[in-house]
């Protein structure tokens, strides 16, 4: 039987706005997105493409996913991360939730025809503002959580 390993408590070893920005702040983002995509998908499909597609009614149930989706990003940052102060645990689910947010960033430059274009910032609107500042720092703490950027050296509970 394999020892079991102290647990490193995430609260103590990350800086607050970590921790704040992965419980709090984005959890309610993505219930945002939840809400957009159950309810308003037009909206969400304009955000995303400057208003150049609109959305067909036998794709409604692609909506219905994504929004599966969010919610999915809303229950593991709001409920499993504040359940559970483990930093190993909230390294894995963060390194999880980069492999999203590479194909979201990803999806973001397709809707508005490829990087090429999407690189183009004096082209932004507002909403492609409000897209990426409502992402970019959020998948920049979870990157320096799995580079173990900011975090604390704290004594693991149980040495």
Known sequence: MASQRPITSASASLPSIYSFTLTTLEPLFAINGVFLALFKPQSYLSTMT???ATVAPDTRFLY?????AWLFFAFVEAVVLRRFDDLRLWRLLCAAMLLSDAAYCH???QAVGGWRAWMVLGEWTAADHAVFWSTAPCALIRLL???DVGVREHRAKGE
């Open 50 to 52: 400057r208003d150049t």
């Open 107 to 109: 999806s973001v430059a």
């Open 145 to 147: 959580v799995v580079l």
């Open 64 to 68: 219905t996913q994504l929004a599966g």
